[in-house]
């Protein structure tokens, strides 16, 4: 028994051990396993990537193309907090949500299960394990792909190049490997007039656009996060 003031050993033990791993540089919110994400807490943990304050805002977007009863996919959920806010905020859409890392998959998967049930999650590569009768009736495609270029590694703080997963980050030479992908498979899975909604790095807007472009996409634009950097890109099928 411990009295006022005191602590039991085995929580001075847990203390010391949260505070070591903080020390060390681990990120704060695996030290403290949660993650806030809009009206969501999501659990994380050593690899997933921690969802971002900005990436609140891809969600913003998303929502704003899904119409009422629409079907929306978030393409590398990780711990999926993209695809749960969606659904949590718009519980008419039917909320579909893809991964290709284990790791991360472990995550999403507990996420999904403490927090609704409502994601329909997807182990695979992009949209390959998509069910095919999906095909052409998506309404939003939305994603935060690993964006950084292999040049742009060193400029990561540690905090986050040491901890957070690579397959997260890093999206080739130009980081732009995985937005290729995304953009054209994506043509196949949206239907006519539905949305792309892409986060992307500060310095890809306009090489990203010109990729959507290329690809026949309209009604191209780019949008600004709340420090003024161009991190989002959306276009109409
Ligand atoms: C930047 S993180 C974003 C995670 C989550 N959407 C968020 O915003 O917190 C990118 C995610 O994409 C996943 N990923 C990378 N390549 C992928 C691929 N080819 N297919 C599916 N998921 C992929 C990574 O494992 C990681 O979970």
Same mark, same amino acid.
């Given at each position: 028994?411990?009295g006022?003031?005191?602590?039991?050993?085995?929580?001075?033990?847990?203390?010391?051990?949260?505070?070591?791993?903080?020390?060390?540089?681990?990120?704060?919110?695996?030290?403290?396993?949660?993650?806030?994400?809009?009206?969501l807490?999501?659990?994380?943990?050593?690899?997933?990537?921690?969802?971002?304050p900005?990436?609140?805002?891809?969600?913003?977007?998303?929502?704003?193309?899904l119409?009422?009863? @629409?079907?929306?996919?978030?393409?590398?959920?990780?711990?999926?907090?993209?695809?749960?806010?969606?659904?949590? %905020?718009?519980?008419?859409? %039917?909320?579909?949500?893809? *991964?290709?890392?284990?790791?991360?998959?472990?995550?999403?998967e507990?996420?999904?299960?403490?927090?609704?049930?409502?994601?329909?999650?997807?182990? @695979?590569?992009?949209?390959? *394990?998509?069910?095919?009768? #999906?095909?052409?009736?998506?309404h939003?495609?939305?994603?935060?792909?690993?964006?950084?270029?292999?040049?742009?590694?060193?400029?990561?703080?540690? %905090?986050?190049?040491?901890?957070?997963?690579?397959?997260?980050?890093?999206g @080739? @030479?130009?980081?732009?490997?995985?937005?290729r992908?995304?953009?054209?498979?994506?043509?196949?899975? #949206?239907?006519?007039?539905?949305w792309?909604?892409? *986060?992307?790095?500060?310095?890809?807007?306009?090489?990203?656009?010109?990729?959507?472009?290329?690809?026949?996409?309209?009604?191209?634009?780019?949008?600004?996060?709340?420090?003024?950097?161009?991190?989002?890109?959306?276009?109409?099928?």
């Open positions: 028994m411990t006022s003031g005191e602590i039991e050993a085995a929580q001075e033990r847990r203390i010391l051990d949260l505070t070591r791993r903080r020390t060390l540089g681990e990120p704060l919110q695996y030290v403290t396993g949660v993650a806030g994400f809009r009206h807490d999501v659990t994380v943990g050593p690899g997933v990537f921690i969802p971002r900005e990436t609140e805002q891809v969600v913003d977007r998303a929502l704003a193309h119409p009422r009863g @629409g079907i929306a996919i978030d393409i590398g959920t990780g711990s999926g907090a993209m695809a749960l806010a969606i659904a949590q %905020e718009r519980p008419d859409a %039917e909320v579909w949500a893809t *991964e290709v890392s284990p790791q991360a998959l472990w995550w999403g507990r996420n999904v299960a403490a927090l609704s049930g409502a994601v329909h999650l997807v182990s @695979g590569d992009l949209f390959d *394990e998509v069910p095919s009768s #999906l095909r052409r009736r998506l939003v495609v939305v994603s935060n792909p690993p964006y950084v270029g292999r040049d742009e590694a060193d400029e990561l703080p540690e %905090e986050v190049k040491d901890h957070e997963p690579q397959v997260a980050l890093f @080739g @030479g130009d980081g732009l490997d995985v937005i992908r995304i953009t054209s498979e994506a043509r196949d899975w #949206l239907r006519e007039g539905g792309l909604v892409l *986060e992307i790095g500060a310095t890809q807007g306009d090489r990203v656009a010109a990729l959507v472009e290329g690809l026949g996409y309209v009604e191209v634009s780019t949008g600004r996060d709340l420090g003024g950097r161009e991190r989002i890109v959306e276009a109409r099928r």
